[in-house]
C-alpha cells in the first residue's frame, strides 16, 4: 500500500515537522521504495518534487525536509508499485490545468478493472491507474460544470458522485486540491488531526522527533493533516471510517459525505458488504 500526506491550513504553513515522519516510511520505516512526490500551492502556482528513488535515501527529499516551505495545501506520496514501472512518468502527485488552476492528484489503492473512455482533454502520460482515474475525474468534471469552475459546495457533490463510481471499482484512497481546499477519499485507510489552540507537544511515531506546536503557531492558525495512518503517537488522530469521502478548508473538516458503494474488500475481489 502507498502512502498519503496532505495538509490544509488557513495560513501558510511549512510541512517540515510531518514529512520527517512520512519521509522516512520511504524504505527506512517501511516498505515503499518505488518513488516519492510532493506539490505546494503557492498562490496560483504550485511547487512539484518528484523522484523515483526512496524518500528515505533521495537527496530531494532532504531538502523538502529542510526547507520551509509555506503552504495553504501540500499533498505528498511515497509510492508501492502495483501498475506501472519505477520512473518519474509514474510518481505521484499528478499535475493538470482545469478553469485556469493547477489540479493535484495522489492515489493510494489498485483500480483493476477502471478503463474508462477518455476524450482526449486529459490523458495519462505513464502506465499508472492513479493517473487514469485523475484524468477521468477532471474530464467528468468539466462534463459537468463546462468552462465555469463551481462554488466549493457544488464541486464537492460532483466529486461525491464520481467517487461513487470509482470506489466501485478497487481501491482508492486519494487526495485532491485545487489550491484552494482539499478533498480526501478514505477506502480502506485514512487518519486526520486538526489542529487549533490550544497548541500541544507532538512527537512523531516514524522519528525522534518532537516540537512544540505553541512555540510556532499563533492562536488563530488550524492546520488539518491527513495521511494514511498517523505521523504522531502521542495526539489524537481521527481513523476515518472506510467509505468516507471529506472536504477541508482553512484547517477544518467542513464537510463529509458517504460513498454509499462501499470500500473493496481485497480478499473476495468485489465490494465490502
Known amino acids: ?42 498562490g496560483k502556482g504550485v511547487r512539484l518534487f518528484l523522484d ?30 502495483t501498475q506501472g514501472s519505477v520512473g518519474l512518468e509514474n510518481t505521484h502527485p499528478f499535475q493538470r490545468e482545469l478553469w485556469g488552476r493547477y489540479w493535484i492528484f495522489a492515489h493510494n489503492g489498485h483500480l483493476p478493472d477502471f478503463q474508462p473512455e477518455l476524450n482526449g482533454e486529459f490523458l495519462p502520460v505513464g502506465q499508472t491507474d492513479s493517473e487514469r482515474a485523475f484524468c ?33 471499482h478497487g481501491q482508492c484512497n486519494y487526495l485532491l486540491s485545487w489550491g484552494e481546499s482539499l478533498v480526501a477519499h478514505c477506502s480502506t485507510r485514512l487518519a486526520c488531526i486538526e489542529r487549533q489552540a490550544p497548541f500541544a507537544e507532538a512527537h512523531l511515531k516514524d522519528q525522534d522527533l518532537s516540537v512544540d506546536f505553541q512555540e510556532v ?51 473476495t475481489g468485489g465490494l465490502a458488504r
Open 217 to 267: 503557531t499563533s492562536p488563530e492558525d488550524r492546520v488539518a493533516v491527513i495521511a494514511t495512518t498517523p505521523l504522531t503517537d502521542n495526539e489524537t488522530w481521527r481513523i476515518l471510517e472506510p467509505g468516507t469521502l471529506c472536504l477541508f478548508q482553512d484547517g477544518c473538516l467542513s464537510r463529509e459525505a458517504a460513498t454509499l458503494a462501499g470500500p473493496f474488500n481485497p480478499l
Open 136 to 168: 477521468w475525474l477532471l474530464q467528468e468534471l468539466r462534463r459537468r460544470f463546462g468552462e465555469q469552475m463551481p462554488d466549493a459546495a457544488s464541486l464537492f457533490a460532483g466529486l461525491h458522485e464520481l467517487t461513487l463510481d470509482l470506489a466501485g
Open 1 to 42: 500500500m502507498c502512502q498519503l500526506l496532505g495538509m490544509n491550513c488557513n495560513v501558510p504553513t511549512d510541512i517540515c515537522f510531518s514529512f520527517t515522519g512520512f519521509q522516512a516510511r520511504g524504505g527506512a520505516t517501511d516498505i515503499h521504495k518505488d518513488g516519492w512526490g510532493i506539490a505546494f500551492f503557492e
Open 52 to 81: 523515483p528513488l526512496p524518500s528515505a535515501s533521495s537527496p530531494v527529499a532532504e531538502l523538502v525536509r529542510h526547507y520551509p516551505i509555506r503552504s495553504l495545501n501540500v499533498i505528498a506520496h511515497i509510492r508501492r508499485a
